[in-house]
């Protein structure tokens, strides 16, 4: 059997494998191709996990949150354009969209009135930051709410094939 770490500091990879009570051992025989070796080198950060090992550990360790994670933080193309998708609960996400939906509401005229004449004049540029801004926002609460999807997917609490369905 497996030792228990008593590392102070553990990174997302060795936390999701933890949650499910798996040792090295046992996550490399669910995992299947990726050893106990290199399992203790991502964990111990000698060595940064390739997309396609971040891909199956999300899926086996039922961690879909992974794939943002090391998009948003380890992939070089990522660091540049992957914002940080916190994990939130369903009503925080829903609250979160309506607030920036009714201030986007509210904005929409103005986005008409500066963007009509197809530049962004001096005068308007402040305005159109704060509406991108908002934007930014609801593009994070959508994301938000597709990785709470995945998640719940994932735990066995809505049907992938049934939402499938319905969203086609």
């Avoid at 005068?123 to 930014?136: G, T």
């Avoid at 994070?140 to 809505?158: F, N, R, V, Y």
Wanted: aromatic share 4%; hydrophobic share 40%.
């Amino acid at each position: 059997m497996g030792r228990v770490s008593t590392k102070a500091n553990k990174n997302v990879y060795q936390l999701s494998r933890e949650k499910l009570g798996l040792s090295r051992e046992k996550a490399s025989a669910l995992l299947e191709i990726i050893s106990d070796d290199r399992i203790e080198k991502i964990e111990s950060e000698k060595s940064l996990p390739h997309p396609d090992e971040v891909l199956l550990m999300a899926e086996k360790y039922k961690a879909p949150e992974l794939c943002n994670y090391y998009c948003s933080h380890e992939c070089p193309i990522g660091l540049e354009s992957v914002p940080e998708v916190k994990i939130k609960d369903l009503s925080q996400i829903v609250l979160e969209m309506l607030a920036s939906l009714n201030r986007m509401n509210a904005q929409k005229d103005r986005l008409v009135e500066i963007t009509v004449d197809g530049r962004i004049d001096d005068d308007e540029l402040q305005d159109f930051a704060a509406i991108q801004d908002n934007l930014d926002r609801i593009s994070m609460t959508i994301d938000a709410l597709q990785l709470w999807s995945k998640q719940m997917i994932a735990k066995g609490l809505i049907d992938k094939e049934k939402m499938e369905a319905f969203r086609k």
